[in-house]
């Protein structure tokens, strides 16, 4: 991948940085870029353990609640590039196509996507978890 790192973050070489985000903490921890037409932030993780988060006392991490298996590979990048990426943009299919609600079909319909220089998937549990994370650790949110 050709990129650049803008305060240690990663960046796609032809992305438009749009807007950096900082905390008083932990400096630089996101940026907002264009990226092919789409609009996707770069959250900074490397202060925080990728980890499933019970937010709820009543959830139960088991395997048969709330389990999931995450991609080794998944978890490596995340590790090597110090955070992901995530995109606002909704998974649509082209008007001539049904649009289902399907778990299995939105998981085809991700890996589908053609974007040069990244992989795209739907985000894990633990990526919902550690965006939690990341929101309060950073302050932007508390966890009331």
């Given at each position: 991948m050709t990129e650049n790192r803008v305060f240690e973050l990663?960046?796609?070489?032809?992305?438009v940085i749009e807007k950096i985000i900082s905390s008083p903490k932990y400096g630089v921890v996101a940026a907002t870029m264009k990226y092919l037409g789409r609009e996707i932030t770069f959250f900074r993780t490397d202060f925080l353990k990728l980890e499933r988060v019970a937010w709820d006392a009543a959830e139960i991490f088991s395997e048969t609640w709330f389990h999931e298996e995450v991609p080794a590979e998944v978890l490596e990048s995340v590790r090597k590039n110090h955070g992901f990426f995530l995109t606002k943009?909704?998974?649509?299919?082209?008007?001539n196509e049904k649009t289902g609600s399907n778990y299995e079909e939105a998981v085809q319909l991700a890996e589908s996507l053609e974007i040069p220089e990244l992989n795209a998937t739907l985000p894990y549990g633990v990526i919902y978890d550690t965006l939690g994370k990341w929101l309060i650790e950073t302050e932007f949110l508390t966890e009331q």
């Amino acid at each position: 991948m050709t990129e650049n790192r803008v305060f240690e973050l990663r960046v796609p070489a032809c992305a438009v940085i749009e807007k950096i985000i900082s905390s008083p903490k932990y400096g630089v921890v996101a940026a907002t870029m264009k990226y092919l037409g789409r609009e996707i932030t770069f959250f900074r993780t490397d202060f925080l353990k990728l980890e499933r988060v019970a937010w709820d006392a009543a959830e139960i991490f088991s395997e048969t609640w709330f389990h999931e298996e995450v991609p080794a590979e998944v978890l490596e990048s995340v590790r090597k590039n110090h955070g992901f990426f995530l995109t606002k943009d909704f998974l649509e299919k082209s008007e001539n196509e049904k649009t289902g609600s399907n778990y299995e079909e939105a998981v085809q319909l991700a890996e589908s996507l053609e974007i040069p220089e990244l992989n795209a998937t739907l985000p894990y549990g633990v990526i919902y978890d550690t965006l939690g994370k990341w929101l309060i650790e950073t302050e932007f949110l508390t966890e009331q």
